[in-house]
């Protein structure tokens, strides 16, 4: 087990990952902010104040949940709660951060674009990850990214949130010797 | 790389039979799972690719037009292509038994049957008999397990919660698919049951399955949260052991007065289709105690759950 982010490293990030998009945000469209459930939603909801420090008002929050649209359904067994979108605006002409903790094969962003793309036609999609660990099968990248990180296939890297686990750390496992 | 792979399946069957097969934490599973579906129902772009190249067969032996309904569109909303097996114009009137056509049918590539049949036990019967999903959409007098849940799902909607609450079934329970799968289903979420109708319907025997059971209507009104009006299939009414209809309406028809005896939030519900003025009054049916056209919402999600995650079980079992 390697520690990648502690708490405050973990701060630091949120920090570094808000200025950027602050920085890239277009002045002329309302800025959407959506999170992949389950912890891209906590991350998504820590972007709002922090952005709103950078000057940033986003105009809408939203919640994605896109295990209908998952295409490994077989394979990362029947335990995934459907929990439901909660996109409660339209999204069509907005500038959407699409947020999630770790970005790993891109699959999971491949479902969440095609969900967020049949509530609506926004004028642009972003991507931002706490962690981008590489190993992509899809040709997807990030626009805004936290902490890269190298990882093998045996890797497991995971992002801990005060709101859901009781603390704030990015871990890396290894587990090759559990196969 | 989420749900870690130590987790035990919270969902594993890839047949949906009767509630009785159901663990508790089963039963909550597909009801938080269907509250996860009932937003695809108010998108615009009302459908989600969840069973995209699947083929879901609606086998109905028996006329219905609701549940077969609910299910094609349940299907439907998850992206799954629907064929409709219809037995008038089907080679079961020639002779062919109920597995030979489900074989048949299984033998084009469909990954889920959906059936309605006048025998009990049509669903368990054909389950062991083919190798895609199957779900029962009401078998005989045994069980319909959807609407079971949907009406348990209605009731948790509507009050926060099952266990504790109180819960009377009333009419025609001993010829009723839904009251037993109710029954069930409410007794393992610790609600406490009554059954309600006049003795020739409703025999004591019941009692061994844990339910009260009385003819006396009126008496168990102010305490009930919830009251279940099950429909008076007329087609019975001629049969012996029924009383007429005036006698029953009489005794066993929910009405304004009635209401009135109720806690003032008490929930009505009724399976449909309602036979207005006989087991419920129409002012009743369409008054704010009512939860019947919510159960009819809440059944095109509860479906959609159980299609999925029987699916998904599949997959991965054969995976």
């Not at chain 2, 047949?15 to 009932?38: K, M, N």
């Not at chain 2, 049957?113 to 045994?142: E, F, K, T």
């Amino acid at each position: 087990m390697t520690l990648l982010l502690d708490q405050n490293e973990m701060r630091e990030t949120l920090e570094k990952l808000t200025r950027a998009i602050a920085g890239a945000a277009p002045t002329d469209a309302p800025v959407a902010v959506v999170g992949i459930r389950r912890r891209g939603e906590t991350l998504a909801r820590r972007l709002l104040p922090l952005l709103e420090k950078c000057g940033v008002k986003a105009a809408h929050y939203g919640v994605l949940d896109i295990t209908l649209y998952r295409d490994d359904l077989t394979t990362i067994g029947p335990n995934a709660v459907v929990r439901g979108t909660e996109i409660d605006f339209d999204p069509t002409d907005t500038w959407v951060v699409l947020v999630d903790d770790v970005l790993y094969t891109g699959r999971s962003v491949r479902a969440a674009l095609d969900a967020l793309i049949d509530l609506g036609r926004p004028r642009a999609i972003r991507l931002a990850v706490l962690v981008d660990r590489g190993r992509r099968e899809l040709p997807i990248q990030p626009d805004f990214v936290g902490l890269r990180t190298d990882t093998e296939a045996h890797h497991e890297v995971k992002v801990r949130l005060v709101e859901v686990d009781g603390v704030d750390e990015v871990v890396l496992y290894d587990r090759s010797g559990e196969r | 790389m989420t749900a870690a792979a130590s987790d035990k399946p919270a969902w594993t069957r890839k047949h949906l039979l009767a509630l009785a097969d159901l663990s508790r934490e089963e039963i909550l599973y597909v009801l938080d799972t269907a509250a996860g579906f009932q937003e695809v129902s108010t998108r615009s772009v009302k459908k989600v690719p969840a069973l995209r190249g699947r083929v879901v067969v609606n086998m109905f032996f028996e006329d219905s037009t609701r549940t077969r309904m609910s299910f094609e569109l349940a299907a439907e909303r998850l992206s799954a292509d629907v064929i409709d097996f219809a037995e008038k114009m089907s080679s079961t009137q020639k002779g062919e038994t109920l597995i030979d056509t489900a074989r048949n049918i299984e033998a084009m590539g469909v990954d889920i049957m959906v059936l309605r049949h006048p025998a009990a036990g049509a669903a368990y019967h054909l389950s062991q008999a083919v190798n895609c999903c199957v779900i029962n959409a009401g078998d005989g007098q045994h069980a319909h397990p959807t609407q079971g849940l949907l009406d348990l799902f209605t009731i948790r909607e509507r009050k926060g919660r099952i266990e504790g609450l109180k819960v009377a079934i009333v009419g025609d329970i001993v010829h009723s698919r839904v009251a037993r799968s109710d029954l069930r289903g409410l007794q393992k979420l610790g609600a406490h049951v009554t059954l309600v109708g006049p003795p020739t319907l409703v025999p004591r025997t019941f009692e061994s399955m844990g339910a009260r059971v009385t003819s006396d209507f009126d008496s168990i009104l102010p305490e009930m949260d919830v009251i279940n009006m099950l429909r008076i299939q007329k087609e019975r009414m001629t049969a012996s052991g029924f009383p007429s209809v005036r006698e029953y309406v009489r005794l066993f028809g929910m009405n304004r007065q009635r209401l009135k005896r109720c806690k003032p939030d008490v929930l009505i519900m009724h399976p449909g289709p309602v036979n207005r003025g006989i087991e419920l009054a129409a002012d009743v049916a369409d008054g704010p105690n009512s939860s019947i056209l919510r159960q009819v919402t809440n059944g095109l999600a509860v479906r959609m759950a159980v299609l999925f995650l029987c699916q998904q079980a599949a997959a991965t079992s054969s995976a």
